[in-house]
Protein backbone atom coordinates (compact mmCIF):
# COMPACT_ATOMS: atom_id res chain seq x y z
CA UNK A 1 0.00 0.00 0.00
CA UNK A 2 1.40 3.37 -0.84
CA UNK A 3 1.21 6.41 1.16
CA UNK A 4 -0.37 9.36 -0.49
CA UNK A 5 1.33 12.51 0.25
CA UNK A 6 -0.89 15.44 0.92
CA UNK A 7 0.64 18.53 -1.22
CA UNK A 8 -1.81 20.94 0.63
CA UNK A 9 -1.08 19.90 4.00
CA UNK A 10 2.27 19.44 3.46
CA UNK A 11 3.32 23.06 2.36
CA UNK A 12 0.84 24.62 5.10
CA UNK A 13 3.04 22.38 7.53
CA UNK A 14 5.96 23.91 6.14
CA UNK A 15 4.98 27.71 6.46
CA UNK A 16 4.01 26.94 9.75
CA UNK A 17 7.37 25.64 10.74
CA UNK A 18 8.76 28.62 8.98
CA UNK A 19 6.26 30.41 10.93
CA UNK A 20 7.51 29.13 14.46
CA UNK A 21 11.05 29.43 13.30
CA UNK A 22 10.73 33.21 12.70
CA UNK A 23 8.04 33.72 15.64
CA UNK A 24 5.16 35.38 16.07
CA UNK A 25 4.68 38.92 17.28
CA UNK A 26 2.68 39.62 20.18
CA UNK A 27 0.28 41.39 18.14
CA UNK A 28 -0.80 38.99 15.68
CA UNK A 29 -1.29 36.20 18.43
CA UNK A 30 -3.66 38.37 20.39
CA UNK A 31 -5.54 38.62 16.97
CA UNK A 32 -5.74 34.71 16.56
CA UNK A 33 -9.26 33.04 17.33
CA UNK A 34 -7.57 30.90 20.67
CA UNK A 35 -5.89 34.34 21.89
CA UNK A 36 -9.59 35.28 22.91
CA UNK A 37 -10.17 32.08 24.87
CA UNK A 38 -7.52 32.00 27.62
CA UNK A 39 -6.30 34.55 30.05
CA UNK A 40 -3.04 35.86 30.69
CA UNK A 41 -2.40 33.38 33.16
CA UNK A 42 -3.29 30.35 30.92
CA UNK A 43 -1.06 31.64 28.08
CA UNK A 44 1.41 32.22 30.73
CA UNK A 45 1.36 28.39 32.12
CA UNK A 46 0.69 27.39 27.89
CA UNK A 47 3.86 28.84 27.27
CA UNK A 48 6.11 28.10 30.53
CA UNK A 49 7.28 32.30 30.63
CA UNK A 50 5.55 34.14 33.66
CA UNK A 51 3.30 37.36 33.35
CA UNK A 52 5.38 39.88 33.66
CA UNK A 53 7.04 38.42 30.68
CA UNK A 54 3.42 38.27 28.43
CA UNK A 55 2.98 42.00 29.94
CA UNK A 56 6.86 43.39 28.38
CA UNK A 57 5.90 41.36 25.25
CA UNK A 58 2.51 42.97 24.70
CA UNK A 59 3.91 46.55 25.49
CA UNK A 60 6.89 46.24 23.26
CA UNK A 61 5.28 43.53 20.83
CA UNK A 62 8.08 41.61 21.09
CA UNK A 63 8.38 38.31 18.92
CA UNK A 64 7.68 34.74 21.05
CA UNK A 65 10.69 32.56 20.54
CA UNK A 66 10.34 29.42 17.90
CA UNK A 67 9.25 27.07 20.93
CA UNK A 68 6.81 29.81 22.40
CA UNK A 69 5.07 30.09 18.93
CA UNK A 70 5.28 26.56 18.07
CA UNK A 71 3.04 26.22 20.67
CA UNK A 72 0.73 29.01 19.90
CA UNK A 73 0.79 27.30 16.50
CA UNK A 74 -0.80 23.99 18.36
CA UNK A 75 -3.20 25.42 20.51
CA UNK A 76 -4.13 27.90 17.56
CA UNK A 77 -4.71 24.24 15.10
CA UNK A 78 -6.31 22.42 18.27
CA UNK A 79 -9.03 25.42 19.10
CA UNK A 80 -10.06 25.51 15.24
CA UNK A 81 -10.53 21.73 15.24
CA UNK A 82 -12.17 21.77 18.24
CA UNK A 83 -14.67 24.67 16.65
CA UNK A 84 -15.47 22.19 13.85
CA UNK A 85 -16.34 19.93 16.27
CA UNK A 86 -18.61 21.66 18.06
CA UNK A 87 -19.63 24.23 16.34
CA UNK A 88 -18.91 27.56 18.24
CA UNK A 89 -16.79 29.06 20.84
CA UNK A 90 -19.35 29.29 23.87
CA UNK A 91 -19.76 24.87 23.98
CA UNK A 92 -16.14 24.48 23.09
CA UNK A 93 -14.83 26.98 25.65
CA UNK A 94 -17.53 25.30 27.90
CA UNK A 95 -15.87 21.76 27.33
CA UNK A 96 -12.11 22.68 27.58
CA UNK A 97 -13.10 24.31 31.11
CA UNK A 98 -15.54 20.82 32.34
CA UNK A 99 -13.69 18.10 34.19
CA UNK A 100 -13.81 15.59 31.80
CA UNK A 101 -14.15 11.62 33.00
CA UNK A 102 -11.97 10.28 30.18
CA UNK A 103 -8.94 13.06 31.25
CA UNK A 104 -8.70 11.63 34.64
CA UNK A 105 -10.90 13.92 35.69
CA UNK A 106 -9.20 16.77 34.21
CA UNK A 107 -10.29 19.53 32.27
CA UNK A 108 -8.75 19.95 29.20
CA UNK A 109 -7.23 23.43 29.50
CA UNK A 110 -5.25 22.08 32.45
CA UNK A 111 -3.47 19.41 30.22
CA UNK A 112 -2.51 22.17 27.29
CA UNK A 113 0.86 22.81 29.35
CA UNK A 114 2.83 19.48 27.65
CA UNK A 115 2.66 18.36 24.07
CA UNK A 116 1.07 15.20 25.48
CA UNK A 117 -1.38 17.01 27.41
CA UNK A 118 -1.97 18.83 24.24
CA UNK A 119 -2.20 15.28 22.25
CA UNK A 120 -4.94 13.84 24.63
CA UNK A 121 -7.03 16.66 24.43
CA UNK A 122 -6.68 16.60 20.24
CA UNK A 123 -7.60 12.53 20.55
CA UNK A 124 -10.38 13.21 22.67
CA UNK A 125 -11.71 16.24 20.26
CA UNK A 126 -11.15 13.39 17.62
CA UNK A 127 -13.42 11.48 19.29
CA UNK A 128 -16.14 13.25 20.00
CA UNK A 129 -16.14 14.55 16.31
CA UNK A 130 -16.50 11.15 15.45
CA UNK A 131 -19.40 10.27 17.72
CA UNK A 132 -16.87 7.40 20.16
CA UNK A 133 -17.79 9.14 23.68
CA UNK A 134 -15.80 7.53 26.63
Not at 10 to 39: C, E, H, I, R, W
Not at 49 to 78: C, G, H, M
Request: glycine share 6%; net charge neutral.
Amino acid sequence: MKYKVNDQDDNQNLNLAKDAQAGYGYNFVANLPVSQSFSQSDWSSFLHISERTIIRYREQNKTFDPLQTDRIIVLNELYKFGLETFGNEELLNRWLTTKNLALSNKTPKELLVTSFGIRLVKDEIGRIAHGVLA
